[in-house]
């Protein structure tokens, strides 16, 4: 029997993940493939409390996740726009060489 | 709150309070108007000032008369202005023989002088400013003799104060000038905080700024000890400075840069009078303490020497008529320090006329000759016969010669000091004989003699108004003549009031009668001793200044040390300039204003910007560029606060 805590569990791992290779790959493109992980960890987190509750909160869960959907596809396209833009005038997407606003 | 005091015999002055109000406001007005209308209209501006004091004059004879026929009685009209915590002050206006006295002096010379100006002024491109000066200046020294309190007679005091640093500093263009205006400005500013300590004394000790109210506290002895010696000091400090007495009197000798009617009006008649008003105000409380009166009749005798040993020295006709009001004034001090309290205020009155109708009478000198120097005058007898007599009459009333106004009222002051100070007696009786010598000696260098040829017109100075030819000098015209026979005949006849005592009683009856002292008969011996003197200094100016008999330069070199003491001033310009503007606060305190000023001031500013730097410093390192060390810095923060949730609201 698959209890909430489970998917808790797995939503935490996800984002565990997902922070980590945010924080720690060189490439942009990587980066942003980990903001969506722990988006997406998230998500899974808000359908399971979903699942796991009765009344208005369990239609909440769904609303909230929808909405997250939208922002992250959103998110995504600006972001490797930006990607795509600061590529054109650098010649990279390694985020540790892009720090000219320290010089 | 009216309140109405008969004199001994007959009722209190029945006189409207309106009439009183309108006597400070008809000038007010006219100022007004001026500077914010007509100041560009220079003939209209001047009618409108002359109609102005024109009518407080014919008020202020209304308001003599009523107080003759009401034998000199009191009317004091009080109104509450405004409270601020206990202070409570008043707006008030009292009348009565010395305040009606003072209103025609100063009005009536006023008068003169604004007509006088017409001819004077003529041209000058500050026409509308100087009579709008002059009407605030009329303004605040009728308000100042009206005043019922001391803290409304402190703000017109402040107000003469101000106006006379306008209007010497009138040619303000003239640096001589500038600075002229700040040195009165600053030393009678000097006097001026006595005056205010006193006020705040009184207030603290006794509550109230009255000056009835005071008069009673110091005549009952409820005011009385120090504080009344102090109280009577800061007065006296306050008129020590306005009326340019020992040691503050140099501020007047300067003041003579302001245009000539000017000097006439503040520093003969009327601003100068402000001091010796005060103490003539207040003279039940400098009586009542035998200190203070001590000191009052010292400083005066100090200021009558002082004055008539440098007006000596001048070769600037207008600064001996300077050195000569200083050394009048210190006669009326030193009549206040002897119980001459009516004394005093008789030569006051004495004096406006006969020092007015010399300055006018040095101005239209100048007017001829385009310069204030007696050494480029001589001759000027012939050519201007009404200027000559005038001030040949003045001078002779000043040196005290029967039967001109000068006379009569320096014989009493002589008569007083005689009975009551031998000391003082001797430094009056000495001085009268210089007084005669200097304005003999000034009257025989000007008019005597041949002419020298005045002061060339300097047509490249743009400053210069004067019209005319200086090497052929004329008479002045009727506008300014006809001021000088008017007050030559005050000059005369002003003494005669008091042939049987009728001004001495009508002064006296304004202040209480527990505060009089008897005032000694009319002494033959004093009469014609005084007289005598007079006319030993006029005959030694004679002999010296007219028919040479004795060379000024020989008896220069006889003296010599007294010669340049006197050529220097007794040096106190030189000690206050060098010793206190320099040392004591250009040097000292400036010095230390300035080491808290880059020490503690700029040390707390840099101080400040200084932690920044430093703390900016280590912080910058924080800033690494790199986008993943601030997100794993947000990571980090996250997971401490959830920790400390977690510890607060353990599951």
């Given at each position: 029997m698959l209890?909430?805590?489970?998917?808790?569990?797995?939503?935490?791992?996800?984002?565990?993940?997902?922070?980590?290779?945010?924080?720690?790959?060189?490439?942009?493109?990587?980066v942003l493939m980990g903001i969506e992980l722990m988006l997406n960890s998230v998500n899974l987190t808000l359908i399971a409390f979903s699942r796991f509750s009765d009344g208005p909160a369990e239609i909440a869960g769904h609303a909230f996740v929808a909405f997250i959907i939208t922002v992250a596809a959103a998110e995504a396209a600006v972001a490797l726009a930006l990607a795509v833009a600061v590529y054109r005038s650098r010649q990279t997407v390694e985020v540790d060489q892009l720090d000219l606003l320290k010089l | 709150m009216i309140q109405l005091f008969a004199a001994a015999t007959g009722e209190a002055p029945g006189i409207s309070e309106a009439v009183l109000w309108a006597i400070i406001l008809c000038p007010l007005v006219a100022f007004a108007a001026i500077t914010l209308y007509v100041r560009h209209l220079p003939k209209i501006a001047g009618y409108l000032s002359i109609l102005a004091i024109g009518v407080s004059f014919v008020l202020?004879?209304?308001?003599?008369?009523?107080?003759?026929?009401?034998?000199?009685?009191?009317?004091?009209?009080?109104?509450?202005?405004?409270?601020?915590?206990?202070?409570?002050?008043?707006?008030g206006v009292r009348i009565d023989g010395l305040t009606a006295v003072m209103l025609v002096v100063v009005s009536s010379v006023s008068l003169l002088v604004q007509v006088y100006s017409q001819g004077y002024m003529e041209g000058d491109p500050g026409y509308g400013r100087y009579y709008a000066y002059m009407s605030l200046f009329i303004t605040a020294m009728l308000g100042l003799v009206l005043a019922d309190n001391l803290f409304m007679l402190f703000?017109?005091?402040?107000?003469?104060?101000?106006?006379?640093?306008?209007?010497?500093?009138?040619?303000?263009?003239?640096?001589?000038?500038?600075?002229?205006?700040?040195?009165?400005?600053?030393?009678?500013?000097?006097?001026?905080?006595?005056?205010?300590?006193?006020?705040?004394?009184?207030?603290?000790?006794?509550?109230?700024?009255?000056?009835?109210?005071?008069?009673?506290?110091?005549?009952?002895?409820?005011l009385g000890g120090t504080t009344l010696t102090l109280f009577g000091l800061g007065l006296f400090a306050g008129a020590v400075g306005k009326s340019a007495q020992f040691p503050l009197h140099v501020w007047l000798p300067d003041a003579m840069e302001g245009p000539t009617p000017v000097s006439a009006l503040i520093h003969a008649a009327t601003m100068v009078a402000a001091g010796v008003y005060l103490m003539a105000r207040f003279f039940p409380v400098i009586e009542a303490s035998p200190d203070a009166l001590t000191v009052v009749g010292w400083i005066g005798a100090a200021t009558v020497a002082v004055g008539a040993s440098l007006a000596l020295v001048q070769t600037?006709?207008?600064?001996?008529?300077?050195?000569?009001?200083?050394?009048?004034?210190?006669?009326?001090?030193?009549?206040?320090?002897?119980?001459?309290?009516?004394?005093?205020?008789?030569h006051l009155f004495t004096h406006a006329f006969f020092k007015a109708l010399l300055f006018l009478g040095s101005g239209s000198?100048?007017?001829?000759?385009?310069?204030?120097?007696?050494?480029?005058?001589?001759?000027?007898?012939?050519?201007?016969?009404?200027?000559?007599?005038?001030?040949?009459?003045?001078?002779?009333?000043?040196?005290?010669?029967?039967?001109?106004?000068?006379?009569?009222?320096?014989?009493?002051?002589?008569?007083?000091?005689?009975?009551?100070?031998?000391?003082?007696?001797?430094?009056?009786?000495?001085?009268?004989?210089?007084?005669?010598?200097?304005?003999?000696?000034?009257?025989f260098m000007t008019f005597f003699g041949t002419y020298k040829g005045g002061e060339p017109v300097d047509h490249e100075d743009e400053d210069s108004h004067f019209h005319g030819d200086p090497a052929h000098p004329h008479e002045s015209s009727w506008v300014m003549t006809v001021p000088l026979l008017i007050l030559t005949a005050g000059a005369i006849a002003a003494g005669w009031w008091a042939l049987g005592k009728e001004f001495h009683h009508f002064v006296e009856a304004a202040i209480p009668a527990e505060a009089l002292h008897k005032a000694p008969d009319f002494s033959y011996w004093i009469a014609i001793t005084s007289s005598l003197i007079a006319?030993?200094?006029?005959?030694?100016?004679?002999?010296?200044?007219?028919?040479?008999?004795?060379s000024s330069t020989e008896i220069r070199k006889v003296v010599l040390p007294i010669a340049v003491l006197l050529e220097n001033k007794f040096f106190l310009d030189d000690l206050y300039e060098r010793a206190f503007a320099v040392q004591?606060?250009?040097?000292?305190?400036?010095?230390?204003?300035?080491?808290?000023?880059?020490?503690?001031?700029?040390?707390?500013?840099?101080?400040?910007?200084?932690?920044?730097?430093?703390s900016s410093r280590v912080l910058r390192h924080a800033q690494t560029g790199q986008v993943q060390l601030y997100g794993a810095g947000i990571a980090a923060g996250v997971f401490i606060v959830a920790i400390i949730v977690f510890i607060a609201n353990p599951l």
């Open positions: 209890t909430l805590e489970h998917f808790l569990t797995v939503g935490a791992l996800l984002f565990c993940l997902g922070l980590v290779i945010a924080l720690s790959k060189r490439n942009a493109i990587g | 202020s004879l209304i308001a003599l008369i009523d107080v003759l026929g009401a034998s000199g009685g009191i009317a004091i009209y009080s109104h509450d202005w405004f409270q601020a915590g206990p202070l409570e002050l008043a707006l703000i017109f005091w402040e107000l003469v104060g101000l106006s006379s640093y306008l209007l010497i500093g009138f040619w303000f263009h003239k640096p001589s000038a500038a600075s002229a205006a700040k040195k009165a400005f600053i030393v009678t500013r000097i006097g001026d905080l006595g005056l205010l300590a006193a006020i705040l004394l009184i207030w603290t000790r006794h509550e109230t700024l009255a000056i009835d109210e005071i008069h009673e506290l110091a005549l009952a002895g409820v600037d006709l207008k600064r001996v008529l300077a050195y000569s009001t200083i050394s009048q004034l210190g006669y009326m001090m030193l009549a206040l320090g002897v119980f001459g309290y009516a004394v005093a205020v008789f000198v100048n007017h001829a000759t385009n310069t204030f120097d007696m050494r480029l005058m001589g001759g000027l007898r012939t050519v201007m016969p009404i200027t000559f007599w005038t001030f040949l009459i003045g001078t002779l009333s000043l040196s005290g010669i029967f039967p001109l106004a000068g006379f009569w009222s320096k014989d009493e002051i002589l008569l007083e000091a005689w009975v009551n100070n031998k000391g003082l007696y001797a430094v009056a009786a000495i001085a009268s004989f210089v007084t005669a010598l200097y304005m003999f000696r000034a009257v006319v030993a200094g006029i005959g030694t100016a004679w002999a010296i200044y007219h028919r040479g008999l004795v004591v606060f250009q040097r000292g305190w400036n010095r230390l204003v300035e080491l808290f000023d880059t020490t503690a001031v700029d040390g707390a500013v840099n101080g400040v910007g200084w932690v920044g730097t430093q």
